[in-house]
């Protein structure tokens, strides 16, 4: 839970405002206590499969990447590419561990914007694929999974890349 607490934490603590910025602890306690009542679901092993749980999540993940990449989507069926090889992380620790935190926290501010965070978080994650489509292509089963679980430098400039256009 220190992915997802952390990034909060770290707002608070970083306030300019230091009569703010003395009550960052308790602040991000409640702001993780509210975010975890909305995502407590996908940490709850007999709702995987749920409607409610990250196995839902996974799902219309690939059902997108189905309906915006057939190519990619049989590739990764061909493959036996499950999503709970890459995407749990993703969508659990909602991108935490795959930015840094200047991006997590851009990332987390259109999340937390909108009353369909869970659909952005999908789209995100669809385009974090669809940015290694070349290379998922080509590629053997082990070197798509690593490509998928390692925060490789295509995901790492995504965001630098927007801020410096």
């Not at 997108?64 to 499950?82: C, G, N, P, T, Y």
């Not at 590629?139 to 927007?162: G, H, I, Y």
Request: aromatic fraction near 12%; glycine fraction near 2%.
């Amino acid at each position: 839970m220190n992915e997802i607490i952390g990034p909060i934490y770290y707002i608070f603590a970083s306030d300019a405002d230091i009569s703010w910025k003395k009550h960052a602890e308790c602040d991000a306690f409640f702001c993780f206590t509210n975010l975890m009542s909305e995502i407590r679901d996908n940490f709850i092993k007999t709702l995987d499969d749920s409607a409610m749980g990250i196995g839902n999540m996974m799902k219309q993940l690939m059902t997108r990447l189905e309906s915006e990449d057939i190519a990619l989507w049989q590739r990764f069926e061909k493959q036996d590419l499950k999503p709970q090889f890459y995407s749990f992380r993703w969508l659990t620790l909602m991108l935490s561990q795959e930015f840094p935190m200047p991006d997590v926290i851009r990332v987390w501010d259109s999340l937390f914007s909108g009353k369909k965070r869970f659909n952005l978080l999908i789209d995100i994650c669809l385009a974090m694929i669809v940015l290694l489509r070349d290379d998922l292509l080509v590629s053997d089963f082990s070197a798509n999974v690593k490509l998928l679980q390692v925060r490789t430098c295509q995901l790492k400039n995504v965001f630098s890349e927007t801020r410096n256009a």
